[in-house]
C-alpha cells in the first residue's frame, strides 16, 4: 500500500513539472508573450516548500536544465536561475510555510526578481537585450498567480496523498 502510494506520489510530482514546461514553451501570441508567468518557478517553489525532502536541487536542476533546452538559451541558465530559488526556498522552507497567503505571495515576488535579475544578468553577459515590459512582467504576474496555483497544486497533494 505504501508502496502504492509513493507511485502516485511521483507521478503527481512529475505531472505538475511536466505540465509547467509545456506551459513555459506553448506557442502565445506576440502581445502575450510579456504577461506569460514563470510557471516551472512556481512548481519549484511549491514542492520546495511543502516536500523538500522529495524535490531538492537535483530535481531542480534537472527541470532547469530541461527548460533551457526546451526555451533554446543558454545551457544552464535557467538552471543555475532556478537551483538559486530552490535553495532559498529550501533553506527558509520552515519559515514560509507559516506565513499568510499574502506574505507568502511578497516572497514568492521576491523569489522572482531573484530568478528574473539572474537571467538578466546572464543574458547581458551574452550581450543579449529584452525589453523591460518583457523582463519584468513575468515577475508581477508570477507573484499574482501564486495564490491560485498553491491551492491548485495543494488540492492535487491531498487528492492523491503525496507526501
Known amino acids: 500500500m505504501i508502496d502504492t502510494v509513493r ?3 511521483n507521478w503527481v510530482i512529475v505531472v505538475t513539472y511536466l505540465l509547467c ?3 513555459s ?3 502565445v501570441p506576440s502581445w502575450a508573450e510579456p504577461y506569460r508567468p514563470a510557471w516551472v518557478v512556481l512548481a519549484t517553489v511549491y514542492w520546495c516548500l511543502f516536500l523538500p525532502h522529495r524535490v531538492g536541487l537535483l530535481v531542480t536542476f534537472s527541470v532547469g536544465i530541461l ?3 526546451l526555451t533554446g538559451s543558454l545551457l544552464g541558465e535557467h538552471a543555475l536561475a532556478l537551483l538559486l530559488v530552490a535553495w532559498v526556498t529550501l533553506k527558509l522552507h520552515l519559515q514560509i510555510r507559516v506565513y499568510p497567503w499574502w506574505q507568502q505571495t511578497l516572497v514568492v515576488f521576491g523569489l522572482m526578481l531573484l530568478y528574473s535579475f539572474v537571467l538578466f544578468w546572464v543574458d547581458g553577459m ?3 537585450t529584452q525589453g523591460v515590459l518583457l523582463r519584468w512582467m513575468p515577475v508581477l504576474i508570477t507573484a499574482l498567480l501564486w495564490p491560485w496555483i498553491m491551492q ?3 488540492m492535487l497533494q491531498q487528492r492523491y496523498q503525496v507526501s
Open 7 to 9: 507511485r502516485r506520489a
Open 21 to 23: 514546461l509545456l506551459l
Open 25 to 27: 514553451v506553448w506557442p
Open 67 to 69: 527548460l533551457d533546452t
Open 126 to 128: 551574452l550581450g543579449y
Open 152 to 154: 491548485l497544486i495543494n
